[in-house]
């Protein structure tokens, strides 16, 4: 999944930013730049309605991305959920990989 880069004013920020954009087929991810914790937090919108459909964020419990729905009226098919699916997938590996980089391995002895 391409991320797209949108320019948009912030009214909470007074000027112009730069907004994090996956877009797919029935949906699109939106990165909340306001958000202040360690982990990214996206917000899910249906394509046509632009109409919030929940969030992605860190579940520090289960240590990986989880998708919360807004409201229990919310209906999925199959190729919705894949993509939420795969999404979370997405960002669980690059977290995954940003937590290993940071882990310092011990030196080894050399043989002299």
Not at 16 to 23: A, L
Not at 24 to 35: A, G, N, P
Not at 49 to 73: C, K, M, N, T
Request: with cysteine; net charge neutral; proline share 5%.
């Amino acid at each position: 999944m391409a991320i797209e880069i949108e320019r948009r004013h912030s009214p909470s920020a007074g000027r112009v930013v730069e907004i994090p954009v996956v877009r797919t087929k029935y949906m699109y991810f939106e990165k909340e730049i306001d958000y202040t914790g360690r982990t990214e937090r996206w917000t899910v919108c249906n394509n046509q309605s632009h109409e919030p459909l929940g969030l992605i964020q860190w579940y520090g419990a289960w240590r990986q991305y989880v998708f919360e729905p807004d409201d229990g009226s919310i209906i999925f098919n199959n190729s919705c959920l894949r993509i939420i699916e795969d999404f979370l997938t997405d960002l669980n590996i690059k977290q995954r990989d940003k937590f290993r980089q940071r882990v310092i391995t011990p030196l080894q002895p050399t043989l002299s």
